[in-house]
């Protein structure tokens, strides 16, 4: 399991959810709701590398305006479980005209350890690059 930074949190896709490699950590999945109506208390999510996550709704709910936005991308927020799934904190209405392929190509690159330096993920490494260019 990766250690997390206090006040940050990995922004992450389907397959990056499933790799265990994130369990117990708060993260950030950005996609669409694939049904408005849960079973039970989980629902599936589509996210933008179009992966599937299943999101428990323990912690919080659907939100209100969803069966009327189904085109809506929505960013959730919520801790991953050892299974893989997302215990949802909180989710937050994006746009419905958002670049998914776009924006699954910057996760990668975020993840990447090449870059994760410019991405707060370089141990204080971006701040001293900055201070001297």
Known sequence: ??????????????????????NNMIVSLVGQFASAVPTGNTVEFVCCDQGRATVILDQAELPENLAALPEMYYELIGQVAEDGSLVLFVAREMSADMDMGTYNQMIQIQQNPKFMQYFGGGGGQMESAMATN
């Open 1 to 22: 399991m990766a250690q997390q930074e206090d006040g940050g949190y990995p922004r992450l896709n389907g397959s990056m959810i499933c790799s265990g490699q994130f």
